[in-house]
């Protein structure tokens, strides 16, 4: 497997991680999915959501696959009024990556990055590598690090 956008910023910065790789069903890009093929927990399985604050504009949440997303606590941690999801059509433009493949490591621009704050309670958490079919585990700490993430309860379980 050739390295990722994502892994390189990781071993730039010495930070440990394992790569998982599984293979896509372009039919089911769920987080259950995922989760299933690389033998983890749902909980555990983090995906990465890019929305738009009414003031800030261009944001990304990483949720547990099991959960939603709650857009007014998002909205309340980032500072904005109201935050929407981007369209679909709009998030390769906007990060760099497509739909399943989205990482919040390596985006076209350094958004803002919100995590789940039940991402602390793990040792480990798997978020996108920046291409379907791959997964980056790695300790929610040093992800927050590296994309200077604000930890907030922003899911729903």
């Known amino acids: ?18 790569i998982r790789e599984y293979t ?9 999915k995922v989760a299933q093929a ?13 929305a738009r604050g009414d ?5 990304l ?8 997303l709650n857009l007014k606590a998002l909205a309340k941690a980032s500072g904005n009024k109201t935050v929407e999801l981007a369209a679909v059509k709009d998030i390769q433009s906007l990060t760099g990556y ?16 919100f995590l789940d704050s039940s991402a602390a309670g ?3 958490i798997v978020v996108s590598a920046g291409i379907r ?10 992800l927050a690090r590296v994309v200077n993430a604000e930890m907030a309860a922003i899911a729903i379980q």
């Not at 919040?104 to 350094?110: H, L, N, S, V």
């Open 38 to 50: 690389i033998g983890l927990p749902l909980e555990q399985v983090f995906k990465t959501l890019v």
């Open 98 to 113: 497509v739909r399943g493949g989205v990482s919040p490591i390596g985006t076209k621009k350094a958004y803002p990055v």
């Open 24 to 32: 896509v069903d372009v039919e089911d890009l769920s987080a259950s």
């Open 133 to 142: 079919g791959c997964q980056l585990l790695l300790a929610p700490a040093e």
């Open 61 to 68: 949440a990483c949720i547990p696959g099991s959960a939603e």
């Open 55 to 59: 003031k800030t504009g261009v944001l």
């Open 122 to 124: 793990w040792q480990a």
């Open 1 to 18: 497997m050739k390295k990722t956008n994502a892994a390189r910023i990781l071993d730039s910065q010495s930070v440990p991680y394992e």
